[in-house]
């Protein structure tokens, strides 16, 4: 982040002073703006909803392809209508479902048993319609998710934080499903796309797919295809739709090499980016280490400006937190102390932008 905008993010106080007494400021929120701050939530464990709701989280992302896995087709709606009203009664909207609303293993590397994962999926995007849950965050990272060497690296005043070295990776040797080839992987999602896309722009549904993280193929004999701008370009075009959008991960764009200011702004304004993941990485694709929300090299006032000026209209959530002193690293990139911090670091620059000094 340039000095110019930590300046100006740090001139506008919490408090101001007239006739002698502190005056609190306006409540924090992303009033104003099109931007939910959201976090992602279990739905099967309400006991944390309660910490995120004090510190203004109003917007909830979450997983329901466990859920959904063990349910009957025919009651998806009656399962996701459950989960819903939960949040609600939490005062929690959900903002969209992340990581699939269905298994999709299948469908992403092309095995036998894929069109009844198809199947599932056009159900589960009909349920979530009836249910009114807007977007869906899907990835196509076939046979391995995101990935890392090192779960443990010490960072700034020796938080742990991950890192990914490619030669690292590749000592590793292949996974299960020995060698795919990107071709293999583009198929599978053209035949993903033609067969969703449609029903999802039916059902209003945005689908924002996520990029490979990290954005580099082959990773352990797997061909990854998200790993440019340009692809992506590519992958739009599938099935051109309104509902055919992006999930801007922002630091796995810039492992690629990508102006993500740039390329934030365009999208944006061509209303295609549906979901934002806030967060920085030191490094490119090939070796790579996640920061602190404050301490990596894009300028997240910045960047944050972008998406406001440019009517980004959606759910954006921190991601990969480093993990603070005192916390077990159970869950790396996903504790509470560190997401706690990107979540007032995140309003803070929305704070400073709301009052005209971003």
């Not at 590397?109 to 849950?133: H, W």
């Not at 990835?139 to 690296?153: D, E, H, I, S």
């Not at 690292?168 to 053209?190: C, F, I, P, Y």
Request: net charge positive; glycine share 10%; hydrophobic share 40%.
């Amino acid at each position: 982040m340039s000095e110019l905008n930590r300046r100006s993010l740090f001139r506008g106080g919490a408090f101001a002073f007239s006739g002698g007494l502190m005056q609190a400021a306006p409540p924090r929120t992303s009033r104003g703006t099109g931007i939910q701050l959201a976090h992602f939530l279990h739905a099967d464990r309400p006991g944390s909803w309660r910490l995120w709701k004090q510190l203004g989280v109003d917007h909830a992302i979450t997983g329901v392809a466990g859920i959904l896995a063990r349910t009957e087709r025919s009651r998806y709606a009656e399962a996701l209508a459950k989960v819903k009203a939960d949040f609600q009664a939490a005062g929690i909207e959900i903002a969209g479902v992340e990581s699939h609303p269905v298994p999709a293993e299948k469908l992403k590397l092309g095995l036998p048993g894929r069109d009844e994962e198809l199947e599932n999926y056009i159900a589960a995007i009909k349920a979530l319609a009836e249910v009114r849950i807007p977007m869906v965050c899907y990835n196509w990272m076939a046979g391995l998710g995101w990935y890392r060497t090192n779960t443990k690296v010490a960072g700034r005043g020796g938080a742990l934080t991950s890192e990914f070295v490619l030669e690292e990776a590749e000592a590793q040797g292949l996974t299960e499903w020995g060698k795919v080839s990107e071709e293999k992987v583009w198929d599978n999602l053209v035949y993903f796309q033609k067969a969703v896309i449609p029903v999802a722009e039916k059902a209003g549904i945005q689908m924002a797919l996520h990029p490979d993280d990290p954005p580099l193929s082959p990773l352990r004999g797997l061909g990854r295809i998200l790993t440019s701008a340009a692809n992506f370009e590519k992958v739009m075009q599938i099935v051109p739709s309104p509902i055919n959008g992006v999930t801007f991960c922002q630091a796995n764009f810039l492992a690629m090499g990508e102006n993500i200011y740039d390329l934030a702004e365009k999208w944006c304004k061509r209303k295609k980016v549906f979901f934002v993941h806030f967060r920085d990485i030191q490094g490119r694709a090939n070796r790579m280490r996640e920061t602190f929300h404050d301490n990596g090299p894009t300028d997240m006032a910045r960047i944050m400006k972008i998406y406001h000026d440019a009517g980004f209209q959606g759910p954006m959530r921190p991601d990969h937190a480093p993990v603070l002193a005192g916390e077990a690293n159970d869950s790396p990139g996903y504790m509470v102390q560190g997401n706690i911090f990107a979540i007032g670091y995140m309003r803070g620059i929305l704070d400073m932008i709301l009052a005209g000094r971003g």
